[in-house]
């Protein structure tokens, strides 16, 4: 019996169906679905190129044994595994636009300053997304790597993407990469919004952090070092276009995190030990995939962003809602408290389909989400003076 069943096509099939319907018990079942099904979850067209169709062109014309019969029944469900990603990331434009309307009401996009050039009206980049879904930059952006913006070493670093014009102020993007907050590195994720950015006169920065071997013992020296990037780029990082007033910070999954943290302790001088004048407020801020508890997992620990209060910047809240890592929850949990902070809106869309770490890939979904986030920094009046640069 066990001589009918092709395991490599059961393989494929796991990762096809945990990409539809992913574990979330126990917690390392959560961790397997999303590492298993992130290759079909996030790229679904390159999936089906590099792994179903060699799968079955061999077999086009043949006398079909057991063995390939059963295969042939597995490909089929994993085609309609795929059919099933593809319209939910599909929705990710109507998420995003869901999170503007919710907080804008109806007429929002007559806020958005842009009007025609709003970037969800925009027609989707079919051939990058179908043909070149892993991020490359562009020639017309330039990467300045490994930047001090501390006396750490290499822990210290961040990279600067910019339009060769070197526009002289602009509006600024700092990324803050995931990992747990043990590993993880600068210029990983996210790579679609810093170029895409970068393309139309941002300057984007992505940055390394302080890692540990548990998130609690990392605190607050990671949150001192996010502090720290603020305070760089409101003194050497002009010298790199910066422009201090117009600072977007993100992150995704301890990043974002992060970029909670930073907007609830704003110029909280705990955390700026030996830089207490300088200003480490920002125009507004991005969560992505996040976790938003204590480190110490009591989320009424002060290394929670929810146990800290204090007006904040205006915020896009977004989490995939088969996320199997970081519970959407949690980031339902964040925009409640947010909200009920003095400030601005706060957006929140929530994806269909979306699992963690959506930001690795030029995806269909991820690719939405910087439309999305490219419509939000305009609602604020981050908006470089060089639009169309490219």
């Given at each position: ?317 977004v989490h995939g809602l088969n ?39 030029g995806s269909l979904r991820f ?11 305009d609602w604020v009046g981050c ?8």
């Open positions: 019996m066990l001589d009918v069943v092709p395991v490599g096509a059961v393989v494929v099939t796991a990762c096809a169906l945990l990409a539809v319907a992913p574990l979330r018990r126990p917690g390392s079942a959560g961790t397997v679905s999303w590492i298993l099904g992130n290759f079909a979850n996030e790229l679904p067209f390159v999936f089906f190129v590099v792994v179903v169709v060699p799968t079955l062109v061999p077999l086009i014309g043949e006398d079909l044994s057991a063995r390939d019969q059963v295969t042939v029944v597995l490909m089929a469900v994993v085609v309609v595994a795929l059919v099933i990603v593809v319209s939910r990331a599909l929705g990710t434009r109507a998420a995003a636009e869901g999170a503007f309307r919710d907080a804008l009401g109806a007429g929002w996009r007559a806020e958005v300053p842009s009007g025609d050039s709003l970037a969800l009206d925009r027609r989707r980049r079919w051939a990058r997304i179908l043909f070149v879904p892993f991020p490359l930059r562009p020639r017309s952006v330039v990467r300045t790597a490994d930047v001090a913006y501390g006396p750490r070493g290499s822990e210290q670093f961040l990279d600067v993407y910019r339009h060769r014009s070197e526009p002289p102020s602009a509006p600024t993007l700092i990324h803050l990469h995931g990992g747990r907050f043990r590993w993880g590195r600068k210029s990983r994720e996210a790579r679609s919004l810093l170029f895409r950015l970068a393309e139309q006169g941002w300057t984007c920065i992505s940055a390394n952090y302080h890692l540990s071997p548990t998130p609690a013992e990392g605190f607050p020296t990671h949150l001192i070092d996010v502090k720290r990037i603020l305070a760089w780029c409101r003194g050497e990082g002009r010298l790199h276009g910066v422009d201090p007033d117009a600072i977007v910070l993100s992150g995704s999954s301890a990043g974002a995190h992060l970029t909670a943290m930073a907007a609830l302790t704003a110029n909280d001088p705990v955390f700026q030990p030996g830089f207490e004048d300088v200003d480490t407020s920002f125009a507004a801020g991005v969560c992505l995939g996040g976790y938003y508890g204590g480190l110490d997992g009591d989320d009424g620990s002060p290394t929670s962003p929810l146990a800290n209060r204090g007006p904040v910047p205006p915020f896009f809240v996320d199997t890592v970081t519970s959407p929850e949690g980031a339902r949990g964040l925009v409640r408290h947010l909200r009920a902070q003095p400030g601005p809106l706060v957006l929140h869309a929530e994806l269909p389909g979306g699992q963690h770490g959506f930001g690795l890939f690719e939405a989400v910087v439309d999305g986030i490219e419509a939000f920094v908006r470089p003076a060089g639009v169309g640069l490219t």
